[in-house]
């Protein structure tokens, strides 16, 4: 368990790494952000950074020493930068769970391990298994790298047979996983934590409207029945007592339409903070980033309850050109990730506007 | 106005700094912090800070070069530090609010001259003056030396003729203030904030318990009446505009008796964000201290309006070490400063407990 004034490493230095140090200095704790990037926005927020590759065992080293946990903004850390630093220190949440969240196929077998249900999905290294995937599952479908694929990038749709020639090489002829197509009514989504002492927590569920396969808006409470949500978050609490995991983690979902027996299957999990989490720094008093700092310091989890109901609109590239109107909205709240570079697709900050709890 | 990435330098590295630099981060703008004190708390959440004294001419030129604007955390900075940068760039709050706020003589006569009624106060320069402005004012009252007071230092309260021996001594034989003893039954306080476009603004009256002469409790909304809530919300933005001030101050007000026909008398003014705002981190969406941030930035002010109600709770010297218990709280968020040491009176946190709103 750590003490106030201690110091937490925290892999990348992206806005979820400067997110999570700002919420680390609000109840005390120093972070040492560890990043290749020297213009990366978290170093603007704290005494202590390391620009350096996560190969270079020099720099990881003296930043272990420097720090009394880790943890990190990103789940496709190198796994020798993970076992170079486990070897001296903890590294939270700890690598079972990464090797479970790289791969999308381990993924869902570690879903269906603990029933809880996915999608139809196959395991693709040849144009054969593609084939055989499809006759399986059926058209249309996704076919998906197992590793690296964020945003909607390393993925390929499948509407038709005439989509499956090329289809390999569109995504590098990688390692790939095969999922049916699912005809969800939404996406939802739930934030758990869990610390070292297996209290278990979890956020409201939000609802997600993706935009060019990049998340647009969040909202919460989502159009869902109580039942509905009350599943979800068992499946989120599942997912990281399962895991004996610390942290915050997402689960993604889909919700099928009321002709279907199972209403939700999970569709990737996030074992970190994540971006449909962010309406929690408004709607909340402990947000997840602050609840993903309690966890990997050992500290008492916070009161995951919502004050206020709450729309995140994520501000994409020249998005946030539009700063002094976003500042001036009523009832709203503007995060500004700092990043010194606009770019088309770039998550520049967030908007979240409150209002109050509607009764049921 | 400044521009999103451009850096605020901020005089002094304590909790209101901290919190000050904090909010910056949140809205995109960088911080710098100057103090003296090595262990500043503020030195820890911003990647820029100059530890030197406030005479250090080389230091304050290099500070000046490195950011676009100055504000600082507490109204006693030397006249010479903020003439050698304002010659230089903008320091805001301006320095005629410093001339008035370091004075309680001066301050009280600027109350005077916008009609906001204070107790009656007497000009203390010897024994003479001592006796007559007992006579005018009658007892008990109070002796304050005219600069450098808080929390109750440089001060002395007169019950009856025979603490009049010594009582100059006491403070020092420095020139001072006598203030009548006013018989108030609540002491109440509004945080207000103008910006330079003349924008003003003000949060919801809070009701302040003070133990020791230190802020214990801040409870908001304050055991008022409509009525004198609003009459104190114009109290303090009457200040801010009479001042053209920029950024956020709090006015201390005392609440007499309902048999008094003038209910309110102004205290004192603090010309920078205040213990007894705290509360507007976790009840309001934008806090005291995010509304400096923007006066100072030249950018528009945020919705100061309350989500919830809210009680604030200083955390001084022991207290603390309860941190444990106040994290699991339920509807309750800890700020801890990130003090290395903890001191008998000192100010190490504070804990905001929130709740829907009552009707009235």
Redesign the interface.
């Known amino acids: 368990m750590l003490q106030?004034?201690d110091t937490i490493g925290i892999l990348g230095g992206g806005q979820l790494g400067?997110m999570m140090a700002?919420a680390a200095?609000?109840?005390?704790?120093?972070s040492h952000i560890y990043c290749p990037d020297p213009n990366s926005p978290a170093?603007?927020?704290?005494?202590f950074?390391t620009c350096a590759s996560y190969e270079d065992e020099a720099a990881l080293e003296a930043f272990a020493r420097s720090v009394q946990r880790v943890t990190y903004e990103f789940e496709n850390i190198p796994a020798p930068t993970v076992e170079f630093l486990k070897a001296r220190l903890p590294v939270l949440p700890g690598d079972n769970v990464l090797k479970t969240s790289q791969d999308r196929l381990t993924e869902k077998n570690f879903f269906a391990s603990i029933d809880i249900p996915t999608a139809g999905f196959y395991d693709i290294s040849s144009e054969q298994d593609l084939r055989d995937g499809v006759a399986k599952l059926g058209l249309p479908a996704l076919l998906k790298t197992r590793r690296f694929g964020y945003d909607g990038k390393g993925q390929v749709f499948l509407k038709n047979e005439a989509d499956l020639t090329g289809a390999l090489d569109a995504i590098g002829n990688q390692p790939a996983i095969l999922e049916a197509f699912v005809p969800f009514e939404r996406e939802i989504s739930v934030i758990a934590a869990r610390n070292e002492q297996g209290q278990t927590v979890s956020y409201d569920i939000a609802e997600n409207v993706h935009k060019n396969q990049i998340l647009k808006t969040t909202t919460v409470p989502a159009h869902i029945s109580p039942e509905v949500a009350a599943q979800a978050r068992q499946i989120g609490e599942k997912v990281a007592q399962a895991l004996d995991y610390v942290g915050v983690l997402a689960v993604e979902l889909f919700l099928l339409p009321d002709s279907f027996d199972q209403r939700l299957v999970a569709n990737e999990m996030a074992p970190r903070v994540h971006n449909s989490g962010h309406w929690t720094e408004?709607a909340c008093?402990?947000s997840q980033f602050e609840q993903h700092i309690?966890a990997v310091a050992g500290?008492?989890l916070?009161?995951t309850?919502r004050?206020?109901d709450v729309v995140m609109t994520n501000l994409i590239g020249d998005d946030?050109n539009a700063?002094?109107k976003h500042?001036?909205h009523?009832?709203?709240?503007?995060?500004?990730?700092?990043k010194?570079e606009t770019r088309d697709g770039r998550k520049m900050?967030h908007l979240?506007q409150?209002s109050?709890i509607k009764g049921d």
């Open positions: 106030p004034g400067r700002l200095s609000r109840i005390g704790l120093k170093f603007d927020v704290t005494a950074h408004s008093l402990v309690r500290w008492p916070g009161d309850r004050h206020s946030i700063w002094p500042l001036s009523p009832s709203s709240s503007l995060h500004s990730y700092g010194s900050g979240n409150i109050p």
